[in-house]
């Protein structure tokens, strides 16, 4: 799925505030890192039932999201917990997509009951936070332009001032305090963070941070709910002890659980992909095993070696047991890849992303050429693959020829 064809989807709705009176159609706990997780235990816990139907109770109860969401997000078991936090934590998201259009809402009981409407699109936001960030953007700024919001937005954006910054602001709050039930200026400050800092990060500009114009330009981790707060944790930092020395001795686990989970959701990902799509063969082409099934999902760059790009899909490749144990790994050891097999994956995983993001297989698109760009270069030590123009695959394959002469 390509910019255009999630544009063509947002032009189909009409997102106006004054029309809709919806003050909800982003929230607090709708950051990438969110949406994505709870799009990912949507498209989990439908995958394989008849009924695809589902309540926020439905989702935040499942295995899935019990296994993942207490570890990454640093949040207690969701069945021994009160509900309160779940379901903004949940139900925020939830209603994103609803307001969006990617899942329709009908009332049932005291709550709601969903059903998917595109699954493409779904899939695509539960892929990996960028798309999900992708989309928000998207999505953020049709809203606004439906609403007749974005031009202040523009003005903010070429002023970078504190004028400009509170004009914007004390504009968005009016406005939502006249079109929604929304009558507060603290909780329309706290959405307003959610509306301004993405697009803020995606045009490389200063947004907001506690309540004022940022000194700095919105980046991505910035954006994260997962973000650690540096202000309550270096107010524990010992006098004697330097910001860098002190953070190293702080303890990292949920970013080690968000990166397990990240892996995991790739693999998870390609091999739905590779079974949908492609029949569940291997992306190596090799006759002795062309009837076994590609049950392992391979790093081509070893996830120990290369964290960065350890789950980027670009960075994985469908094999057999056969291709992954014997020739990728030999004699089966895991620690140690064989070169001259490596080069193989690369040529083949190329001419997969070729087929996907030209549609030759008629499947929805899942990768990125710059993404692959990326692994690339992180992978052989370079920045030249950046250099090769977009969608030019002779290109990559000739680059690539030169690191494994």
Known sequence: MDNTTIQKFLDEHDYDIRKTHNGRWIDQKCTMDVVCLVS???VEYTSNRED???TVNDIWYSDYTVENVQQIFSKPDPTQKASNEYDKYFGQPIKLLDAAGVIHGEKSGRGYTYSIVNQ????YISFRER?????LCLYI????KDSGLYRIFEYFFRLQDKNSFRELKDAYTQFTINYTPINGATECGRIFTKVLNPLACKYRKCGTERGHISKDIITQDMIMYNQRNWRDILSEKPKDMTRIE????????SEDCMTTYRINRAKKNLRRFNDQYRNGKTEVYDERHIKDPATQMHHIFPASDYPAIADYLENLIALTPTQHYTYAHPNNNTQYIDRAYQYVCLISKTGTIRDNLLGKNKAPIIYDFYLYQTVLNTGLGTEEFYEIQELDFDGLLNCIEKYYV
């Open 141 to 144: 700024e049709k809203v606004l």
């Open 40 to 42: 990912d235990c949507i």
């Open 120 to 123: 493409e699109l779904l899939e």
């Open 246 to 253: 002190y953070e190293i001795t702080l303890p990292k686990p």
């Open 131 to 135: 798309n999900s960030f992708n989309f």
């Open 52 to 54: 695809k139907r589902f």
